[in-house]
């Protein structure tokens, strides 16, 4: 039996200056086992060491939560054996628009950290705690105010609604007052927050932000709740993390700003507003930590700019703990001030909001703020739940005495408290949305997989909110009260699909939400103009809306607060006097241009409904007309702040697209991401206009969650784009320059000819502030490794993009096991990246670490299954085994993508060998002659190999002898079309390639075999004419040797035959080769192969006489 040595893996080295994470890495692999001869025994297969079973095998589901199950071990798995058509209805993708389900949510969970941590800790609920009178009424308050209301910002006052008999009641009486007002800032400073949050706990060095703040509210409760005051205790942690949610919104989405500027003929400068608060005194320590300062190579002494942020006040400042923010603010005013606190905490905040390797924004305001608002009510919507980190890193320390402490039975009170509430559910679906948007996953690569453990966590809170008010019908004594809250929340839940970027977008929740809000719309064309010296009257497209009446009288709102959302508006005659667009479209019939009053939710409703246009279709003329129909509507009315300032931001985006309106739709984009300040601006020229012409905090926030106004980085962001766009690169770089987009920094320079000016931006901002984005920014424009090290240093070691950018370039300087040490923490961090693990993948076939290989390639295959080159390393590693049988599906797979590759053909034919899958081993021959002759010879396509032709032919043959034996009519029927493109095969090969001897002799094997004699006659004298040509073939012994042989079989069919005409033929033939071979031995004694050839000849002339 003839056998074939494997070879050394062929993989990209890396070196090549173009190379990227697309370089093809497949490992030409040959391998024993197969069988050439008619005779011999097969090499078995090895067992293979990392082969799992069915049980065991991956979901794409589990694939998607990967991060949710990071202590998981381990496993390698077989791709031979994975289902590819089972899991194309994954719930995380297909099953977005639906409701969610408890049972879907629980199945996306994924396997938790050990016990030891708090995720193991369930607490259950007391079951004899019932509400008292007070606590009735502090229910019916709660539902009355924190859910969705029709009649929400003009509820009778909160004293009024509490009553005079409720003294129990005075401190959640007086944080509902602060909410109200909008006080956040306050309500964070009140004595229930300090003392919720005012001290240090003992040993929490060990212990995570999350777990210290979740330890705290445990401790609190048994410190200050009994059965009597549990629902209160309950309330009050509910609006003190409503209060941080709204605060952090405020800062970073809709604004005003805390940092009011100072106004000429004030200079004092006052304590900063969140000064106590930002954060509590458990984070004291913390808090004044400072980043070690990086060595004096990385950041050169350059000027700082204007933006670099003031010194430390004095810590003796006065606090105002218990002074109203809009009080504390109003003689003197805080000049603007990026932070009040160190770059050291930021970015340890931060580390706690990464989210399956995800980083959060690094420019956002108080991120502190959403981390407490997040442990607080994530703690109050699941207290019978452990509860899940949201983050890859392993929850560190032992919590359960911590938790629960020496009384158990505060543990189940405050569990029990806390499920008699009704919203907080919602306020945690509304934190967990927050979070997601302000994870920086770039739009362009953001395919929806991204953050999945966040995912899992918004379909499980969004399903019990859908639970208790959408699918129940009695959750209100109003049946309108329970349609609008249906409809808030679904309207919610859509958009929460939308930002998670989830199959769908939300479509199938936005249409339930305009069902149980009862309003009937319309998209329909009239007739009408569009300009102002328009006369001919062309279809427009209309939309037309009815609301339920009640509802839309209940929203009405007052002239002067009407006037002043409505100055939000840049108008087409603010920019220029030649303006041609009308303001609105004017249509023919009068009826057209009167609209019903729809209210604020209705509003919300149809905002989404544009937004589903844009996410259904795609962006041209069309769509953007549709669009702006449904824009138009929502700007008809001027109600809600926040509501129509979206409005007008979306007519922007769509206005870019236009020459006639590019210019007032830059400029209303900058109007209102101007607003969020309370600076002197271009479009904020005025005093009056920052204090007087604004709306408040609370009115803004109001009904924030309903709409998708970007937040202000957003807003930044996408406006450096279009300026971009439009060729202002230079502006472009100084708004990504704020909002720390580096990488679109450089590009912007470039462009702009100003390359050295990218790097010196980074080190003057490096000067000012260390982040691991900047410090990664400046290892990619120097390709020094030492940023990307002080990067993972500043991000306690959760900055992917930096153990992906110290890989690569270890990868490129040919350091193998570093570079793979380094992908290899990054993929622990994030674990969808599938180019990396590919990258992975080659390296390890580099360093033949197979079970690594085999693992990286499982991955990108199951990421990205249309992901061919993966297919074929797959494969490759499995032929290196000697596992033809799982090598197998492999290949196909790798061919279904591309057939194109004619390693993955030429491995396909080795593996069908091994197998005895003839028939597609021959199909595997005729691919790779059919690519050689339409390839040039420097692609380096290989001829077939004499010894894989011979393994076809006799394996072919051996089946059909085996079933003629065996008398298997079926078998024999399928040996002889086998044997049909065999011959076939071999005709092609003689046709296309040139040919040597071999071929001639296997040719003549074949039809021998068949009894195809006059065939078989036929090859043997091609292949003696063909070795005859063959120049000094007599003076080689084996090229001699196949002439004897030859010669033998060409007489065995002269003697055959026996007329004198064929004898003599055979007398010439040997006559001829005898002399030749005679001839090289001159003065020597005849050889072996001489004297047969004179016995055959001697044989011939004697049966001639």
Not at 26 to 42: I, Q, W
Not at 400 to 418: C, H, I, K, P, W
Not at 895 to 908: D, F, T
Not at 976 to 1005: C, G, M, N, Q
Request: hydrophobic share 35%.
């Amino acid at each position: 039996m003839m056998t074939m040595s494997a070879a050394v893996p062929q993989v990209h080295n890396g070196n090549d200056s173009d190379s990227d994470d697309s370089d093809i890495a497949f490992a030409y692999l040959d391998f024993g086992g197969v069988d050439f001869g008619e005779d011999g025994e097969e090499v078995k297969e090895e067992s293979n060491p990392s082969k799992i079973s069915d049980a065991d095998k991956p979901t794409r589901e589990e694939v998607a939560a990967a991060n949710a199950a990071a202590n998981a071990p381990a496993v390698v798995e077989q791709v031979a054996n994975l289902d590819l058509n089972a899991s194309e209805s994954d719930a995380t993708n297909n099953a977005s628009d639906d409701l969610p389900t408890a049972s879907t949510a629980q199945n996306n969970l994924g396997s938790q950290p050990d016990n030891s941590s708090l995720d193991s800790l369930t607490i259950v609920p007391d079951p004899n705690l019932v509400p008292s009178k007070a606590d009735e009424l502090l229910l019916d308050i709660e539902k009355e105010r924190l859910l969705p209301h029709p009649l929400s910002g003009k509820q009778e006052p909160v004293d009024v609604a509490f009553g005079d008999d409720c003294s129990e009641l005075n401190n959640v009486k007086s944080l509902f007052n602060l909410l109200e007002n909008g006080q956040y800032a306050d309500m964070l400073r009140s004595q229930i927050a300090l003392d919720l949050f005012g001290t240090e706990i003992d040993g929490s060095d060990e212990l995570s932000m999350v777990e210290q703040i979740k330890s705290k509210i445990l401790a609190y409760f048994a410190a200050k709740a009994t059965s009597e005051s549990a629902i209160a205790k309950c309330q009050e942690l509910e609006l003190i993390g409503i209060a941080s949610l709204n605060l952090f919104l405020q800062l970073n989405y809709c604004g005003p700003s805390m940092d009011r500027g100072i106004k000429p003929e004030e200079g004092e400068v006052a304590a900063h507003p969140l000064d106590g608060i930002n954060p509590h005194g458990m984070f004291e320590s913390l808090a004044k930590k400072e980043n070690e300062k990086a060595p004096s190579t990385f950041v050169s002494p350059l000027p700082l700019s204007a933006s670099t942020p003031i010194p430390e006040e004095d810590e003796s400042a006065p606090e105002g703990d218990n002074v109203p923010s809009n009080q504390a603010t109003e003689t003197v005013i805080v000049p603007l001030k990026e932070t009040n606190t160190t770059n050291y905490f930021h970015n340890a905040v931060l580390s706690e909001l990464a989210a399956d390797g995800e980083w959060p924004f690094q420019v956002c305001a108080a991120p502190y703020f959403l981390l407490l608002a997040r442990s607080i009510l994530s703690t109050l919507a699941e207290p019978t739940s452990p509860f899940r980190w949201w983050s890859s890193a392993k929850p560190s320390g032992n919590l359960v005495d911590a938790l629960t402490g020496s009384n158990e039975s505060s543990a189940s009170m405050f569990a029990a408290g806390a499920s008699h509430l009704s919203s907080t559910s919602h306020w945690s679906a509304r934190a967990i949305v927050a979070h997601r948007r302000l994870i920086s996953t770039r739009r362009d690569d953001d395919d929806g997989e991204a953050c999945p453990t966040l995912w899992n966590e918004a379909e499980r809170t969004f399903s019990r909110c859908i639970n208790d008010f959408c699918d129940n019908e009695t959750a209100f004594k109003d049946s309108e009260r329970n349609a609008f809250v249906a409809s808030a929340i679904m309207l919610e839940w859509g958009l929460a699909q939308h930002h998670f970027r989830k199959s769908g977008r939300g479509k199938a929740s936005f249409n339930k939400a305009l069902e149980y809000s009862k309003l009937e719309v319309e998209v329909t064309g009239a007739d009408g103009v569009r300009t102002k010296y328009q006369t001919k009257m062309t279809a427009q497209y209309l939309v037309r809306a009815k609301p339920n009446v009640s509802e839309a009288d209940g929203n009405d709102t007052d002239a002067k607060n009407k006037a002043h959302v409505e100055k939000q508006m840049i108008k087409h005659d603010d920019v220029s006097d030649d303006a041609l667009l009308l303001e609105k479209i004017r249509f023919e019939n009068a009826d057209d241009n009167v609209h019903f009053n729809l209210s604020i939710r209705d509003q919300s409703i149809l905002l989404a409904l544009c937004l589903d246009v844009k996410n259904d279709n795609p962006m041209d003329g069309l769509t953007g007309m549709q669009m702006f129909a449904y824009l138009a509507r929502v700007l008809n009315q001027h109600d809600d702040w926040m509501v129509y300032a979206t409005g007008l931001l979306e007519r922007a985006w769509l206005e870019c697209e236009r020459t006639h309106g590019r210019e007032r739709a830059i400029l209303q984009i900058q109007a209102l991401a101007d607003q969020h300040s309370n600076r002197l601006t271009l479009t904020q020229s005025t005093f009056k206009s920052v204090e007087e012409d604004s709306a408040p905090a609370q009115d803004r926030l109001r009904h924030l969650h309903g709409i998708v106004y970007p937040p202000r980085w957003d807003m930044l962001r996408d406006l450096a784009e279009r300026y971009a766009k439009l060729g202002i690169v230079t502006s472009a770089a100084e708004l990504f320059e704020e909002i720390e987009l580096w990488d679109d920094v450089v590009e912007c320079y470039r462009i702009a000819g100003k390359s050295n000016k990218a790097e010196e931006v980074v080190r003057a901002r490096l000067a000012e502030k260390e982040t691991p984005s900047m410090y990664a920014a400046l290892g990619d424009i120097t390709n020094d490794p030492k940023c990307f090290e002080r990067s993972l240093e500043l991000s306690h070691g959760k900055y992917y993009d930096s153990h992906v950018a110290l890989g690569k370039y270890y990868f490129d300087k040919g350091d193998m096991k570093t570079a793979l040490k380094h992908f290899l923490d990054g993929l622990e961090i994030k674990p969808l990246l599938p180019a990396v693990w590919f990258r992975v993948g080659t390296i390890s076939m580099q360093l033949k670490e197979w079970d690594t290989a085999l693992k990286a390639f499982t991955e990108v295959v199951q990421q990205e299954p249309e992901e061919g080159d993966a297919w074929a390393n797959v494969a490759a590693i499995h032929i290196h085994r000697r596992n033809a049988a799982e090598a197998y599906p492999a290949l196909l797979e790798s061919l279904k993508q591309n057939r194109n590759n004619w390693r993955v053909w030429h491995s396909k034919l080795y593996t069908c060998i091994d197998l005895k899958k003839y028939d597609e081993a021959i199909q595997a021959c005729v691919e790779l002659i059919n690519l050689k002759a339409r390839r040039n010879a420097k692609e380096g396509v290989e001829t077939l190999e004499e010894k894989c032709v011979r393994a076809i032919v006799g394996g072919t043959v051996r089946k059909y002898q085996e079933a003629r034996e065996a008398k298997d009519e079926i078998g024999i029927d399928s040996s002889k079309r086998t044997l049909v493109r065999v011959r076939e095969l071999l005709d092609k090969i003689e046709s296309s390639t040139k040919i040597e001897p071999w071929f001639y002799e296997l040719s003549a094997h074949f039809n021998d075999e068949l009894g195809w004699e006059e065939e078989c006659f036929n090859d043997l004298m091609k292949e003696y004419r063909t070795l005859n040509s063959a120049k000094g073939w007599e003076e080689d012994s084996v090229k001699v040797g196949k002439m004897v042989t030859l010669m033998r079989d060409i007489s065995k069919h002269h003697k055959k035959i026996g007329t004198k005409e064929s004898l003599t033929k055979a007398k010439f033939l040997l006559n001829g080769v005898v002399k030749k071979v005679r001839s090289a031995y001159n003065y020597t004694e005849p050889s072996k192969e001489a004297e047969e050839l004179d016995a055959l000849l001697l044989e011939v002339k004697q049966l001639l006489e």
